[in-house]
């Protein structure tokens, strides 16, 4: 593979001058499972495997993308990717220029405990119809029940023109779950998801029965929930909401492509602009973490970056492109769907660094407001606003958590409401999740409880 | 660009149920697919990226004593990986549960005649008629304020075709273009940054308006800098198709779909022929909607498309079906079957979901609003509850409408309530009709939505 891949590339630097080149290719299994109450909808198996081709060409990129390893038709691609580059380039104002990065030569192996590609099909199906009928027996109200697994293996190979040549494993094991309820013309809905790089083990940490109950416990516990005022209210938050505030609202203006884009972090590097509790990271080192890997897509080896220190901007996450423009060093955050599409600025697993109130102490103080436990959904614009829409919540009335409240969301300005945390609590906790910037990413995140003095909270009664 | 043609595709669908029905099973369906895509990327205020993408893929979905497996592979012209592919499909068939209510493939019918789903001129386009194209999109929205930052975009031209086949005899070849440009583009002044306003034309004709969709970006960019904040209240919203698209996507549409319907998860169960919206909406699934961006001539089980009527003047008339949900209820599919290409087996989607226009021009629904709200992008959209339908979201801006005359823009607005109640509640829908994803949709005026300022 490194022989082709190394012929591909020089194709591009001999023949078209390409200053940069890479081949990245992939082989993968998946294995898909969806089931829906107790009925397996299919069972599924897929096979890919393909190239991406990224050149850069006087200061302009071109990128190519075939499902083939055959030569022939991976010199065409080439060709293809470095004529459109060179044309494009005719309309630069500032080409693009790379930052350095290290040559690596490395081979990464997965070592699983339970290798997913392993494991029967018929005990994969097992362990979702587990999830489902536990689910589904938790309660008559409980309606439907949905799982979605995932598992994926392969290898990723990658060969640059610098010299670079990395062999790495790819594993993963997802699945999301979700249950509706209905009683009296009331419609509840619930969901969590589930996602390891360690292996099929996941599910021994998680068992499918927790996994259902919790589910089919939170949808029928909404039953009783009432809709919320919308307003100006303290909060508590919930490390699960934490996470996506951390990733939404301060990770994506964070990303250095989005802080160039106009994002509002761009000329605050090295200023406090939050609160002295804010520390936030950004880390590809958590083994077994969703968002984990050794080398990014890039060929540069992954990190724990320091985003925000005591709420002070101390970085970036950075691609090779990005480095360049802000004199950084690249922090191993270019991440590739698969081979179908260019590597762009991705987090890993973002979290926010406990501190030392418990739990008590952050309801304690607050006459009328709200903890927000678990979210659905959240987005972020690069204006600074952000947006995350809660599935399970409850009402706090004189420093007491009581009624929960059903479908609400949080609002308001990242860089006020960083200003606007005033405890941070002792414990730690993460999710996996999935991010999608035009592609979809496999990431993770969360922090501690932590409690914010105001925020918009969106409700419609 | 070379393309698989339509002999190829057709005999790889064809032959692949030939070789799974020789393997044992009765029930085979093979999908092909081919995508070729050509984009050339704007970031960061400059034309910098190009790419070419090829992807092809065959889909193998079979029922082995009523247990469903599926396979799929990308390497389609090597034997070896289809007779794998085919082998995979029924292990995992095998290894799968018998479905009570699996009651087999579609049958044969035959397919209307499309108007303008293909153009030449989109296949044969050279790259550097896109770089033109995107360069006066660029230099459109740029010289309208220098306060703009264009941020991303391009313009992108696809071939997409597909070849279905199976056992009942089902055998379908259909192919399609589409060209897309946009832009985002945000206004900068000192300490302030706009939200993201984005522009864009698609189509399946060779026929878009860079210098409109670059100039339309940095108008609602440069609208959106100078902001005031509107106050806590329940009031009327002109919902633009962003807006509508976003918000549908994540509610109604679930709520329509007959698997929802039968899994009780739908406020609309029992509720066909029951006014269930105001009496001024109208809307049909409509798969074969002339040059729509979700028509083609089959579903992705190979169901010829057709137009469902779903609300008929706020009377609920028919869910949206794929052929096992139909054949659960005895009914026929409505051709709803959507597929992510090859790499997944069918489920229900909307065609193009459209709502019908009135006779009232923007400008007029404007000038009629004593005070009210315009929402164009919407935020946490996903968020909303797919089964209840309650929404709390953030218009990232919306404009402030007072007396007939749009006055300034506010951010950080909220806007609550229940998709089911805005159905209710629409007043006025107007005439000034686009395509957006799956919607085809005018301005649609809502009462009485509870708004959350800051």
């Known amino acids: 593979m490194k022989d082709l891949l190394t012929k591909i590339n020089n194709i591009a630097t001999q023949k078209f001058g390409a200053q940069y080149a890479e081949a990245r290719a992939q082989k993968i299994d998946k294995t898909m499972l969806t089931l829906k109450e107790e009925r397996v909808e299919a069972a599924k198996q897929g096979i890919e495997s393909g190239v991406a081709l990224r050149v850069l060409v006087n200061g302009a990129w071109g990128f190519a993308s075939v499902g083939s390893l055959d030569v022939a038709i991976l010199e065409s691609a080439v060709s293809d990717a470095c004529r459109m580059a060179k044309m494009a380039s005719s309309r630069l104002k500032t080409p693009i220029r790379l930052a350095e990065a290290k040559v690596v030569n490395d ?55 610098e010299g670079s040549s990395i062999e790495q494993d790819k594993m993963y094991v997802w699945a999301r779950i979700a249950g509706s309820a209905l009683s009296e013309g009331v419609f509840t809905f619930s969901r969590e998801e589930l996602g390891s790089t360690a292996g099929y083990e996941v599910f021994d940490e998680q068992p499918p029965e927790v996994l259902g109950e919790k589910v089919a416990k939170r949808a029928i516990e909404q039953l009783s929930a ?56 950004d880390d590809g080192t958590i083994e077994g973490s969703f968002g984990s890997f050794k080398y990014d897509d890039e060929g540069v080896q992954t990190q724990k970056t320091l985003l925000i220190k005591d709420g002070v901007v101390t970085g970036l996450m950075h691609n090779r492109e990005t480095a360049q423009k802000f004199s950084a060093e690249p922090t191993g955050n270019a991440r590739a769907e698969d081979f179908r599409v260019e590597p762009i600025i991705r987090m890993r697993c973002t979290y926010m660094q406990p501190r030392d109130h418990s739990f008590e102490e952050l309801v304690e103080g607050i006459k009328q407001g709200y903890y927000f436990k678990s979210f659905r959904g959240g987005q972020a614009n690069l204006d600074g606003t952000f947006q995350v829409g809660i599935q399970e919540g409850y009402e706090i009335v004189n420093g007491e958590v009581g009624t929960p409240v059903r479908d609400a969301s949080i609002s308001g300005n990242t860089l006020e409401t960083l200003n606007k945390v005033d405890g941070v609590g002792k414990d730690f906790l993460l999710d996996p999740g999935r991010c999608g910037k035009g592609q979809t990413a496999f990431i993770c995140d969360g922090g501690p409880h932590i409690r914010v003095k105001e925020v918009v909270v969106g409700g419609s009664s | 660009m070379a393309v698989l043609k339509k002999d190829v595709m057709l005999s790889l669908a064809e032959n692949t149920v030939a070789k799974a029905l020789k393997k044992g099973t ?54 070896d990986a289809v007779d794998s592919a085919i082998a995979n499909a029924l292990s995992a068939a095998k290894a799968s549960k018998p479905d009570p209510d699996w009651n087999g493939l579609p049958q044969k019918k035959s397919y209307a005649k499309l108007e ?135 509610t109604l549409i679930n709520a329509v779909r007959g698997d929802s319907v039968q899994r009780n998860q739908s406020p609309f169960k029992g509720k ?80 193009n979901f459209h709502i019908l226009p009135g006779n ?17 992008y919407l935020q946490g959209a996903h968020s909303s509850n797919p089964v209840s339908g309650e929404f709390s979201v953030v218009a990232t801006p919306a404009w402030k409408i007072k007396k007939g005359e749009i006055t300034h823009c506010s951010r950080g607005v909220m806007l609550a309530g229940n998709i089911f109640e805005v159905l209710k509640n629409v007043s006025l829908v107007g005439n000034n009709e686009r395509q957006m994803g799956q919607l085809i949709s005018p301005w649609v005026q809502v009462e009485n939505v509870r708004v959350i300022g800051k």
């Not at chain 1, 996470?243 to 990770?251: I, R």
């Not at chain 2, 990226?49 to 979905?61: A, F, M, Q, V």
């Not at chain 2, 709803?336 to 790499?343: E, K, M, S, T």
């Open chain 1, 107 to 161: 081979s990464v192996r997965s070592k699983p405990k339970k290798n997913p590609a392993d494991i029967q099909m018929e005990d994969k199906i097992k362990t979702a119809m587990t999830v489902n009928r536990t689910g589904l027996g938790y309660d008559k109200r409980i309606k439907s029940f949905t799982i979605d697994y995932l598992d994926l293996t392969g290898t990723n190979y990658f060969v640059n023109s």
């Open chain 1, 226 to 281: 009432k809709s919320l005022k919308g307003g100006k209210f303290p909060v508590v938050l919930g490390p699960n909401v934490v996470g996506v505030f951390v990733h939404e609202a301060f990770g994506h203006l964070a990303e250095a492509d989005l802080a160039l884009a106009g994002g509002v972090l761009a000329d605050k590097i090295g200023r406090k602009i939050g609160s002295d509790l804010i520390t936030f990271y």
């Open chain 2, 26 to 79: 009765l029930e085979v369906e093979a999908y092909v697919y081919e995508g070729q895509a050509t984009n050339i990327g704007i970031e960061i205020g400059q034309v910098s990226k190009t790419n070419r993408i090829i992807d092809r893929g065959l889909g193998i979905r079979v029922a082995v004593n009523k247990a469903v497996g599926f396979a799929y592979t990308n390497v389609i012209d090597d034997t």
């Open chain 2, 116 to 250: 303008k789903t293909f153009d030449d001129k989109i296949v044969e386009l050279e790259s550097e008629e896109l770089v033109d194209v995107a360069s006066a999109m660029l230099d459109a929205a740029s010289q309208v304020d220098k306060r703009v930052f264009p941020i991303e975009g391009g313009v992108g031209s696809a071939y997409i075709s597909n070849a279905i086949a199976n056992s009942n005899g089902i055998s379908g070849f259909d192919k399609g273009t589409v060209i897309e440009c946009s832009i985002a583009t945000l206004a900068k002044e000192n300490d302030t940054v706009t939200p993201v306003c984005f522009e864009f034309n698609a189509s399946r004709s060779y026929e878009v308006d860079p210098a409109w969709v670059g100039k339309e970006a940095a108008k609602l960019a440069i609208s959106a800098l100078k902001t005031k904040s509107v106050e806590t209240k329940s009031t009327t919203l002109i919902l633009t198709q962003f807006a509508l698209q976003d918000l549908f996507a994540y």
């Open chain 2, 272 to 351: 066909i022929g029951q006014r269930i919206a105001s009496e001024n909406l109208t809307i049909y699934d409509d798969g074969l909607f002339p040059g729509g961006l979700r028509t083609w001539a089959f579903d992705g089980e190979g169901v010829p498309h057709q137009k469902t009527a779903v609300i008929e003047k706020g009377v609920l008339r028919n869910f949206l079906y794929d052929n096992y949900s139909a054949k659960k209820e005895g009914k026929d599919s409505t051709g709803n079957a959507g597929r992510a290409g090859y790499l997944s087996t069918p489920s229900i989607d909307t065609t």
């Open chain 2, 360 to 376: 009232r021009t923007g400008e007029e629904m404007l000038k009629e609003i004593n005070d009210g709200l315009i929402v164009y």
